[in-house]
């Protein structure tokens, strides 16, 4: 059975960090396209970051200068590290691998 689970979210305050992880079972990350997105309450979901497999890394706008993805195939991990934090940053937030969702892990901006 294939399966994504996000871990890493929680309650931080503005200007902090937090790093996400997403987990794979069932499949192997190694060779595929990782994404990640977020959906704040009322939103549409947002693309945030196209991590492919050769290594290139694609940051959209509000993900540029502050996120980084890093993966870890021996552990069919990825992370994504979220720094500076700004309240707009509240979200689930999801990865994706070709069409597969996790559950998502809630992150919250507030002081």
């Known amino acids: 059975e294939v399966q994504l689970v996000e871990s890493g979210g929680g309650l931080v305050q503005p200007g902090g960090s937090l790093r996400l992880s997403c987990a794979a079972s069932?499949?192997?990350?190694?060779?595929?396209?990782v994404l990640w997105y977020r959906q704040a309450p009322g939103k549409e979901r947002e693309h945030l970051v196209s991590?492919?497999?050769?290594?290139?890394?694609y940051y959209m706008g509000s993900a540029r200068g502050r996120f980084t993805v890093s993966r870890d195939d021996s552990e069919n991990t990825v992370y994504l590290q979220m720094n500076n934090l700004k309240s707009e940053d509240t979200a689930m937030y999801y990865c994706?691998?070709?069409?597969?969702w996790g559950q998502g892990t809630q992150v919250t901006v507030s002081s």
């Open positions: 991590n492919l497999s050769d290594g290139r890394t």
């Open positions: 069932g499949f192997t990350f190694r060779g595929k396209t």
């Open positions: 994706n691998i070709q069409g597969f």
